[in-house]
């Protein structure tokens, strides 16, 4: 599930502040009489190398896979992942293209794998130049890539091509798809969430499929069964099986997410809002919680996407406010701290203390990308967010609000950088004046 959360893009595991750990390991002294000789030993069928044997080893072997390793017993994983490496090493060992003969050898070289690329090229007339493909008959799910011979082949656009099309014109999202869904690289995900176990909905899906030919390589349609592996991620949509039937579209750079004004399953219609979308023409749609009762009698005020705008930005006002996930730990550890701060703060007129869940809500203009992220709006005009990254305790807070938005001396720890987002460009670690952003 980690990869499906590529769609919540906050959810991907971005906890902020994680100490690093380094282990060393001491090398293991009493092997050090072994390890002189250059003799090759085995292990569980895997030679074990080290810096005396290695080059015979190499010089014995026409392919080695080498696993490098630090400690002694990192082989402990071994075997585990196995069909994928021997598959990957007999690619390796074998020649990476192969010359087809005739049109048998072709036919079944095409039908010996889900997707191969053959290239065509004149013989006996210079060598150069790739060639029109001859009739050969397998136009069925062939695509033709067609090459500049003055310009040479495009490995990266070639590469494309191939990416787009591993994969199937409308993909049903499930465990075994979804490694392949976000490692594709596709720029848009169009998402249609139905009910499997209900034939009128799953009925949705043809009109879907016939769009999808048109945006392929540009929008990648996946099906999402609310009912089935598709239910871990409604959350990250704000929705519930009961909103299926339903679309969105994911713009994955930014995680922006669209929505149809009133969901239209036709070909047509999808057609046309996917184009509206590409074009810039459809705001992103923001996902909001409610606002509790008591949000703002609290010392710490509960801010939701409806009603960030008004108190974030009150002119009047310093404002500071916690981005957290519900789950992250990091945010749990600084809970008290914040609460404590809420409380010494809750007279002060012009400063308040507040939290979002940005689990769930979306904010049109702050891209949220770890956890848990603190930002200041100090009071006035100009709509100005600095972005607080020193020590999450009580004492650092307070002196930070005191002193107007900064730090007066280097603080002890500067918790590690959250990835860019969208938009913005990397705050300073001290969240000085250079970080202020105009939203
Ligand atoms: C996917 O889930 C099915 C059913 O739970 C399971 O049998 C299968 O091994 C899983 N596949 C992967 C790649 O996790
Ligand atoms: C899915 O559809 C089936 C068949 O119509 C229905 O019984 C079931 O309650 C639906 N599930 C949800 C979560 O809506
Ligand atoms: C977000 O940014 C855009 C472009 O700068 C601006 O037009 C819009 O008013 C901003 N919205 C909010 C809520 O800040
Ligand atoms: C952050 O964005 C800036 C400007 O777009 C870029 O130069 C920088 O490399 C980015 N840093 C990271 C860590 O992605």
Known sequence: LVLSLAWLGLALGGEEGEDGEAVVEEEEKE???????DELREEDGVLVLHEHNFARALSEHRLLLVEFCKCPR?????????????????????????????????????????LVVVGFFKVGWGGQGPHQPPPWQFDEG?????????????????TRL?????????????????????????????????NKSSPAQLALRDGFRAAAGTFRGEVLFVVVDVTGYGADVLPFFGMTPADAPTLRLVKMENNRKYR??????????????????????????????????????????????????QVAFDETKNVFVKFYAPWCSHCQAM??????????????????????DATAN???????????TLHYFPA???????????????????????NGGTLPEEPPVVPKTPENSTGREEPSPLGTAESRDEL
């Not at 050090?32 to 000789?37: C, D, I, N, P, T």
């Not at 011979?149 to 490995?155: V, Y």
């Open 31 to 37: 092997e050090g009489a072994e390890v002189l000789s």
């Open 362 to 372: 979306e904010l049109e203009n702050i891209t949220i990308s770890g956890f848990p």
């Open 162 to 194: 191939l990416r787009v099309h591993s994969l199937a014109l409308v993909m049903e999202f499930t465990n075994e798809t979804s490694d392949q869904i976000f490692s594709a690289k596709i720029p848009h995900h169009m998402l249609l969430f139905l």
């Open 142 to 158: 062939r695509t033709d890539f067609p090459v500049d011979p003055a310009r040479g082949l495009d490995a990266a656009e070639l």
């Open 260 to 309: 149809m004004a009133q969901d239209a399953f036709s070909d047509a219609a999808i057609r046309t809002f996917v184009q509206a979308v590409l074009d810039g023409k459809v705001k992103p749609h923001l996902m909001s919680a409610e606002p509790p009762e008591d949000w703002d009698t609290r010392p710490v005020k509960v801010l939701v996407g409806k009603t960030f705008e």
């Open 74 to 114: 990192c082989g402990q994983g071994r075997g585990q992942g196995g069909c994928g490496i021997v598959r990957w090493m007999r690619r390796r060992a074998g020649p990476s293209a192969t010359l087809l003969q005739d049109a048998a050898a072709a036919a079944a070289f095409v039908s010996s794998q889900d």
């Open 335 to 356: 809970a008290a701290a914040w609460e404590e701060l809420g409380e010494r703060y809750k007279d002060h007129e012009d400063i308040v203390i507040a939290e979002l």
């Open 380 to 402: 006035g005009p100009g709509r100005k967010m600095v972005e607080y990254k020193s020590a999450r305790d009580v004492e650092t807070f307070s002196k930070f609000l005191e």
